[in-house]
């Protein structure tokens, strides 16, 4: 199983910033496709991004032009760029596998305890 711990979380006011990051012991990391999710009290978890091995990256339309995702395959680090936050952005923050860059299921059910955001108006 690949363990994943998640750090950057915060207190933030609407248009603000954070930077999240997804530390991973997948020994095969610089080729796995990680993903960022995200999960509001009271309601499912909800995929958010992805990036494939050689950098390429998908988002929710939601987060479009706002969040930018990227990796450190030397520090085995993924991180989310979030930048003008709105208060829909409140939730946990989780990172992921998935088997390729257009899937949205985590490959691995041992969640790491995620990064709580929370984006006040």
């Known amino acids: 199983q690949v363990q994943f711990v998640e750090s950057g979380g915060g207190l933030v006011q609407a248009g603000g910033s954070l930077t999240l990051s997804c530390e991973a012991s997948?020994?095969?990391?610089?080729?796995?496709?990680f993903a960022w999710y995200r999960q509001a009290p009271g309601k499912q978890r909800e995929w958010v991004a992805n990036?494939?091995?050689?950098?390429?990256?998908k988002y929710l339309d939601s987060v479009k032009g706002r969040f930018t995702i990227s990796r450190d395959n030397t520090q085995r680090t993924v991180y989310l760029q979030m930048n003008n936050l709105k208060p829909e952005d409140t939730a946990a923050y989780y990172c992921?596998?998935?088997?390729?860059?257009?899937?949205?299921?985590?490959?691995?059910?041992?969640w790491g305890q995620g990064t709580q955001v929370t984006v006040s108006s």
């Open positions: 992921n596998i998935v088997i390729g860059l257009a899937y949205k299921r985590a490959l691995y059910d041992n």
């Open positions: 997948s020994r095969s990391f610089s080729t796995d496709v």
């Open positions: 990036i494939g091995g050689g950098g390429s990256t």
